[in-house]
């Protein structure tokens, strides 16, 4: 058997906080696209001038090994700063800097939408974005690890969790990388699709740099779910392969939050490698196969397993409770059983993941291989595989 990867240094006492403890790392899971779905009622529309400040933006960085930045190696910089006098405009800009030294430099800013901005907890959102950026960065340039225009990509999207950089363990040098899935590079995630490159459009060489204000028209390509606090959260950025020093001034940022009558449906988690369910039994962190009874199940007075799914797409709209969700296995003779719900939580960190527990019942001894999925209001999930032994 294999343990899901935890975070050994997230170590809380009690029984209760062994689903504490729990950190899904991306790299162990993939992700099924999210199709669109048509509007159903007026949207929300907010600006965001940098003329006027953050306005309650902040940056950060990830995909690079922050011990490794000593003396200011990596030039990471982010500060409201005054716009370069080329632009023939006043005022100010929200400036982002780095010096891509770990070939993987993700700069990005994030800002937090709620119910004062019109946020609905539950609701599920279209979100097209207008960006307008200054970059100094020419069109076909050649640069170590990629041009310094069209090797950068600019991405825009949202999340119902906040947006961080964590470290991750799996790496020697400890890495900070995003808890939510932008993807890398030239691709695009669940909460960050790409809009291009930050090339200017000035032919390589033929004009000293300078920066060109640019406008951007880019509409998320995965719908987004307020969380269950009337949270979502704005995430823009850069993800570079060019291995040198990139400067943006973002001028504005506009976005507009239509309402969708077809929210997505839930989508549970898998191994990338196996292609089978990212589950555990919510006691051990084993993965597959699971007995349905366990004498290490010590904190249940029955002995039953319980087994802890992962996915997402499922936050719960104001006033719903666990009835929203069904859980159901189906055997190799089509048999269905009944799985009973009993706690759907947040996973710490990556707040954007419920943990699913349900219990396995009697019947479900010694079947083998069933495939398992979750219903959130009657919309059912894709299937996953789970041995039953």
């Known amino acids: 058997m294999k343990v899901l990867s935890v975070r050994a240094n997230f170590d809380l006492p009690g029984a209760l906080a062994v689903f504490k403890r729990l950190i899904i790392l991306l790299a162990l899971i993939s992700f099924a696209p999210v199709a669109l779905a048509q509007g159903s009622s007026a949207p929300v529309s907010i600006s965001f001038d940098f003329r006027n400040g953050a306005l309650g933006w902040k940056a950060g960085f990830a995909d690079y090994p922050p011990a490794t930045d000593k003396n200011g190696f990596y030039e990471l910089s982010a500060e409201v700063r005054t716009l370069p006098p080329e632009l023939g405009v006043n005022g100010?800009?929200?400036y982002v800097q780095g010096n891509n030294h770990s070939d993987d430099l993700f700069m990005f800013m994030k800002r937090r939408l709620d119910s004062a901005d019109g946020i609905v907890a539950g609701q599920t959102y279209q979100i097209t974005f207008t960006l307008v950026f200054a970059s100094a960065a020419q069109s076909g340039c050649v640069g170590a690890g990629g041009s310094p225009g069209d090797g950068v990509t600019l991405k825009a999207g949202?999340?119902?969790?906040?947006?961080?950089?964590?470290?991750?363990?799996?790496?020697?040098s400890s890495y900070?990388?995003?808890?939510?899935?932008?993807?890398?590079q030239s691709q695009g995630g669940l909460a960050a699709s790409t809009t291009g490159s930050i090339a200017n459009g000035v032919p390589c060489g033929s004009a000293p740099p300078s920066y060109i204000s640019l406008q951007r028209t880019h509409q998320h390509t995965s719908l987004v779910n307020a969380?269950?606090?009337?949270?979502?959260?704005?995430?823009?950025?850069?993800?570079?392969?060019?291995?040198?020093?990139?400067?943006?001034?973002?001028?504005?940022?506009?976005?507009?939050?239509?309402?969708?009558?077809?929210?997505?449906?839930?989508?549970?988690?898998?191994?990338?490698?196996?292609?089978?369910?990212a589950a555990v039994d919510s006691v051990s962190l084993m993965r597959e196969p699971f007995s349905v009874i366990s004498p290490q199940n010590f904190f249940s007075s029955d002995q039953r397993t319980r087994v802890m799914l992962f996915g997402y797409n499922l936050e719960f709209k104001n006033g719903e409770d666990l009835s929203?969700?069904?859980a159901t296995a189906e055997d190799s003779q089509h048999k269905v059983y009944a799985l009973p719900i009993e706690a759907a939580e947040e996973v710490p960190n990556f707040s954007w993941i419920k943990g699913v527990t349900v219990r396995l019942p009697d019947e479900l001894q010694g079947v083998g291989d069933v495939s398992v999925k979750i219903s959130l209001r009657g919309i059912a999930s894709n299937q996953v595989m789970v041995s039953i032994k």
């Open 176 to 184: 900070l990388r995003m808890n939510v899935d932008k993807s890398n």
């Open 227 to 277: 969380n269950s606090r009337g949270e979502l959260w704005l995430l823009v950025g850069t993800d570079s392969g060019f291995e040198g020093l990139t400067g943006l001034y973002y001028q504005r940022i506009d976005v507009t939050l239509s309402p969708v009558s077809s929210p997505p449906p839930p989508v549970l988690l898998t191994d990338k490698n196996t292609g089978r369910a």
């Open 158 to 172: 949202a999340s119902p969790a906040e947006p961080m950089a964590l470290f991750d363990i799996s790496k020697p």
């Open 324 to 326: 929203a969700i069904t």
């Open 92 to 94: 100010t800009g929200f």
